[in-house]
Every structure is written in C-alpha cells, then in structure tokens.
C-alpha cells in the first residue's frame, strides 16, 4: 500500500558527498516520521537521522554536523545530504516511515526501501 523508492547512492572518496533521495508513493493518508537507517556489513541497523511531518530532526551522534536531513511534505520525499564522509559511513541506506494508509487511516505501519549502498573508499 505504501512503497518508498530511494535513489543516489554510489562510491564516494572520504570527504566527498552524496545525496540520498526517498519517495513515497502509494494510497498514504498520513506518513510520520521519515527517516534513514544504515545497515554495515556484518552489524545491525541503525537509524541515522529522522525527521518529522513537522520538521522536528533526530541524528545519530556519528553524523551530526555532517549530515542533514530534509523533506518536502507535498512530494512524500525525503532526502539525506551527506558531507565529509568517511569509510565508516559505508553501509546500506534504508529509508524508512511510519504511515498510515488510505484504507485504514487509523492504524499505522511501518514501511521500508529496499536500500541503497552507500560507498566510501579511495
């Protein structure tokens, strides 16, 4: 009922950046938050930064000052702009929200991407 479709992942050198995209789509009568985890080889998943219908933001401590996170209401989409990345931050991205769908507006379910790889090597 609801599908989120990321883009705009790739191989970045450290220090470079990369923009993450997310769109919702589908039969959506309310969609909160939106959000991206990451996932490394090996370890659990992790979120990384959220963000609110109302524009309220969460970061991991690891990203803060380094990553942003912003979204348009209208377009159900969310973004991550990612700056002064490290091999750390390599990882599978995840987008992620909390929605409620058309037909059952008054029960909420929580929806994922398939995931974008996110590289960072020289």
């Known amino acids: 009922q609801v599908q989120l479709v990321e883009s705009g992942g790739g191989l970045v050198q450290p220090g470079g950046s990369l923009r993450l995209s997310c769109a919702a789509s589908g039969s959506i009568f309310s969609i909160n938050p939106m959000g991206w985890y990451r996932q490394a080889a090996g370890k659990q998943r992790d979120l990384v930064a959220s963000?609110?219908?109302?524009?309220?933001?969460n970061y991991a401590d690891s990203v803060k000052g380094r990553f942003t996170i912003s979204r348009d209401n209208a377009k159900n989409t969310v973004y991550l702009e990612m700056n002064s990345l490290k091999p750390e931050d390599t990882a599978v991205y995840y987008c992620?929200?909390?929605?409620?769908?058309?037909?059952?507006?008054?029960?909420?379910?929580?929806?994922w991407g398939q995931g974008t790889q996110v590289t960072v090597s020289s």
């Open positions: 963000i609110t219908s109302g524009g309220s933001t």
């Open positions: 992620y929200c909390n929605a409620a769908p058309l037909v059952r507006p008054t029960l909420r379910f929580d929806y």
